[in-house]
């Protein structure tokens, strides 16, 4: 089922959390734990996240480096058809514009569609981490927008091969990332509000947010979206921060703020343990009055840990 069906046909929050797929070499029982744990809490899809090629460069003798490409936690497409067929939750598997030619994604969606995945989240992906800019692949997308508009054209069996006969139309619901903060490259928050909007026009049903700490954030995000004219739900993303590196980590990557109510909290926290309570309490006060003002669904970073998802949901569901 639709994720957008799903949301339009309930009138209370529903709730979903977000998966890494297992590193290289591993095998999936550590995810497939995580979510039999979160299992009794309904939730109404699974989102799986999607890792681009990185370069690094390996020392093969004194002073000589090797550039060597790798793929971490390849698997993406796999993993979210065993999950969707294993546990009859519809996965919405990330699909980006990084690392992907035009027609690797269009062979990437018929895969998809093939394995009766019906919902993909179109992100545009991060640059590497040796490039200050994004650097689309060569004939892939610049940007999440031309990815959205690919995918609407693949609805109406319009294929980046010429040559294809009896063109299947394919019909995804597409969600697209939406950022309270701003995302870091955007000059101003109205410029990437604009973008989300282009995204929506091209096509997405609905929107996801970056994490946020400071619920008003979002408020004001929903209200600036709904002044230009942006009609589509609005996921907020919600990440329980469960460790002390978090404090500095988290605001660095994703270029956002901790209130500073919580940011004193952690910077009390002498282990972990401590981090992930402070983080976890947050989540329950944020999640609380999200499902208060009837936010159509909330999304979890769940990242692997059951735990604190499972007490942030007990507290609300
Ligand atoms: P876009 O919408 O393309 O925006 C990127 C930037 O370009 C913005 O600053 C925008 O304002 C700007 N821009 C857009 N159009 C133009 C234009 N014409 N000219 C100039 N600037 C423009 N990353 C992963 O690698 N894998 C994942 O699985 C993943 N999952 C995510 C899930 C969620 C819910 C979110 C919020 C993010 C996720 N990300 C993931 C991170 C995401 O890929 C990055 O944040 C990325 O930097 C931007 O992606 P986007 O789709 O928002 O890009």
């Known amino acids: 089922m639709k994720i957008i069906e799903k949301i339009n046909q309930s009138n209370k929050t529903l709730f979903s959390f977000e998966l890494l797929p297992p590193l290289k070499g591993q095998d999936a ?35 000589v480096f090797e550039k060597k490409t790798v793929r971490k ?38 895969d998809l569609h093939f394995l009766g995945i019906k919902n993909i989240l179109a ?24 990815l959205v508009h690919q995918i609407s054209d693949i609805s109406t069996g319009k294929y980046i091969d010429p040559d294809i006969k009896n063109k299947t139309c394919l019909d995804f619901c597409v969600g697209v990332a939406g ?37 008003q954030k979002y408020f004001d995000f929903v209200d600036k979206c709904r002044a230009i004219g942006i009609t589509v739900p609005i996921i907020p993303g919600i990440k329980p921060l469960s460790k002390k590196v978090h404090f500095s980590l988290i605001p660095r990557i994703f270029s956002l703020d901790l209130p500073e109510p919580l940011a004193k909290e952690l910077q009390r926290c002498k282990t972990n343990d401590d981090a992930l309570r402070v983080g976890t309490e947050w989540a329950i006060l944020q999640a609380k009055e999200l499902v208060k003002n009837n936010v159509p669904s909330l999304h979890l970073y769940t990242y692997g840990l059951a735990d604190n998802t499972k007490e942030i949901l007990k507290s609300i569901f």
């Open 123 to 146: 992100l545009r992906g991060d640059s590497l981490r040796t490039e200050n800019l994004f650097k689309p692949q060569e004939d892939g997308h610049k940007y999440a927008v031309d």
């Open 179 to 215: 950022y309270p903060e701003k995302h870091f490259e955007a000059p101003n928050l109205n410029f990437d509000l604009d973008n989300v909007k282009r995204k929506v026009d091209a096509g997405a049903d609905y929107i996801v947010t970056q994490m946020f700490f400071d619920n």
């Open 29 to 63: 029982s550590r995810l497939y734990h995580t979510i039999e744990e979160l299992l009794e809490f309904n939730p109404q899809y699974i989102n799986l996240t999607t890792h681009r090629d990185e370069i690094e460069y390996k020392e093969i003798k004194t002073g």
């Open 73 to 110: 936690r390849p698997g993406t497409v796999a993993i979210a058809a065993a999950i969707q067929h294993k546990y009859g939750v519809p996965v919405v598997p990330h699909v980006l514009c990084a690392g992907y030619s035009k027609e690797e994604t269009e062979n990437m969606l018929l």
